[in-house]
T-cell receptor, first 111, second 112 residues
Framework: DAGVTQSPTHLIKTRGQQVTLRCSPK?????VSWYQQALGQGPQFIFQ???????QRGNFPDRFSGHQFPNYSSELNVNALLLGDSALYLC??????????FGPGTRLLVL | GQSLEQPSEVTAVEGAIVQINCTYQ??????LSWYQQHDGGAPTFLSY????GLEETGRFSSFLSRSDSYGYLLLQELQMKDSASYFC?????????????FGIGTKLQVIP
């Protein structure tokens, strides 16, 4: 049984560019949450998707958007990248709102 | 909103016992989770407490007191591989659903 997978593992972008990160949830999970983790900090909640809808959102600007597909996989899009967007982006999946299991993350560097 | 407090760093000796505390403030509460994260890795789920008391899983135990808004993670028979960051995370109601908020993490260093 594959766990949560994310792609790519690493990414380098320049300011102003756009990026798309991908996540496949653990088998049997229908809910995907995205987190941003800056160095030395805890994961910060970005948003959560369930049944292809954004169910709730953290304190992140509209530059951060997402999508969930019928197979429960999800994408995180960030537009107009800023230097401060450099972080580890984590995807976590769960069955509805039960315990979350994290993927390995995508490390984004914005230059 | 939710806020959590946990120590930023703890050092302990191999073979010893260490306790990592977490206090939280939330409007509403469902439960407290603990995650382990090694440098460069992803958070790994360790435990979840919804009710008061102690939950034991091998060398790790987690405790919750809802009345005190307090919990702790207890690691016994410490091994060098336990050196990692440990996050407490509170699950609380948010807009009709549940939201998980993480603390800043406690960096545990196990020394020989």
């Amino acid at each position: 049984d594959a766990g949560v997978t994310q792609s790519p593992t690493h990414l380098i972008k320049t300011r102003g560019q756009q990026v798309t990160l991908r996540c496949s949830p653990k088998s049997g999970h229908d809910t995907v949450s995205w987190y941003q983790q800056a160095l030395g900090q805890g994961p910060q909640f970005i948003f959560q998707y369930y049944e292809e809808e954004e169910r709730q959102r953290g304190n992140f600007p509209d530059r951060f958007s997402g999508h969930q597909f019928p197979n429960y996989s999800s994408e995180l899009n960030v537009n107009a990248l800023l230097l401060g967007d450099s972080a580890l982006y984590l995807c976590a999946s769960s069955w509805d709102q039960e315990t979350q299991y994290f993927g390995p993350g995508t490390r984004l560097l914005v230059l | 909103g939710q806020s959590l407090e946990q120590p930023s760093e703890v050092t302990a000796v191999e073979g010893a016992i260490v306790q990592i505390n977490c206090t939280y403030q939330t409007s509403g509460f469902y439960g407290l989770s603990w995650y382990q994260q090694h440098d460069g890795g992803a958070p790994t789920f360790l435990s979840y407490n919804a009710l008061d008391g102690l939950e034991e899983t091998g060398r790790f135990s987690s405790f919750l007191s809802r009345s005190d808004s307090y919990g702790y993670l207890l690691l016994q028979e410490l091994q060098m591989k336990d050196s990692a960051s440990y996050f407490c995370a509170v699950r609380a109601p948010s807009g009709g659903y549940q939201k998980v908020t993480f603390g800043i993490g406690t960096k545990l260093q196990v020394i020989p």
